[in-house]
Structures are given as C-alpha cells and as structure tokens.
C-alpha cells in the first residue's frame, strides 16, 4: 500500500506564496504519475496539476497556469506544488494523488492513492 502525506498548507494573503510538499511511503516505488487536486466547499474536487515519473512531462489546470509549479524528487519520494501570485479563488483543501500508471490524468477516478489534505486560506 501508498502512503501519501501533505505539508505545507496554512494562510496567506492575496499574492503570496505558499509550497506544499507531499511524501510518499509504503510502496512508494509503484508510484507513477501524480497530481494536486483542490476542494472548495460545496464544490468538486477539481484538478490542479500533474506530473509524470520522470518529471518532463506536466499539467495545469488553466486556472493555476502560470503561477502554480508542480515537481517532484523521486529520490525523496516527494511531491511539490509552488503555489505564487495566490488569489482567494485558490481558497480549497488541497490534496495530492499518484497513480499507478505513467500518464498524466485530470479525473479523480483515476487516481489511486490519495492524501488527507492540507487546507489552503487566501484572504483579500
């Protein structure tokens, strides 16, 4: 089994930046592609970005493009998300997902192993 645990969540104020960190224990070694995803209140869990073993290959949600980074250190089984220019829309628990395939999907479903979640705050 995967063990998946975030870090990083708390407050900040419209355009900081906060870094969530998410690692991986268990059978970390059949992980693949992973990905951030979001939940606001009374909203889908919605996609943020994702990323494939390797690193090359990335996905963002058009809402993050361009200010949100995902990346990754497999040596340290770990997964991040920078997260800049934050706006209150950014607002949601974030969660971290991995898969035990090497494609990069967007859909909940597809995700195997998944985190608590760590809760983001943006205030204006």
């Known amino acids: 089994q995967v063990q998946l645990v975030e870090y990083g969540g708390g407050l900040a104020q419209a355009g900081d930046s906060l870094r969530l960190s998410c690692v991986a224990s268990?059978?970390?070694?059949?992980?693949?592609?992973m990905g951030w995803f979001r939940q606001a209140p009374g909203k889908e869990r919605e996609f943020v970005a994702g990323?494939?073993?390797?690193?090359?290959?990335?996905s963002y949600a058009n809402s993050v493009k361009g200010r949100f980074t995902i990346s990754r250190d497999n040596a340290k089984n770990t997964l991040y998300l920078q997260m800049d220019s934050l706006d209150p829309e950014d607002t949601a628990a974030y969660y971290c997902?991995?898969?035990?395939?090497?494609?990069?999907?967007?859909?909940?479903?597809?995700?195997?192993?998944w985190g608590q979640g760590t809760q983001v705050t943006v205030s204006s």
């Open positions: 997902a991995a898969r035990d395939f090497n494609v990069v999907l967007t859909t909940a479903n597809d995700y195997d192993y």
């Open positions: 268990g059978r970390a070694f059949s992980i693949n592609a």
């Open positions: 990323i494939n073993r390797s690193g090359r290959t990335t």
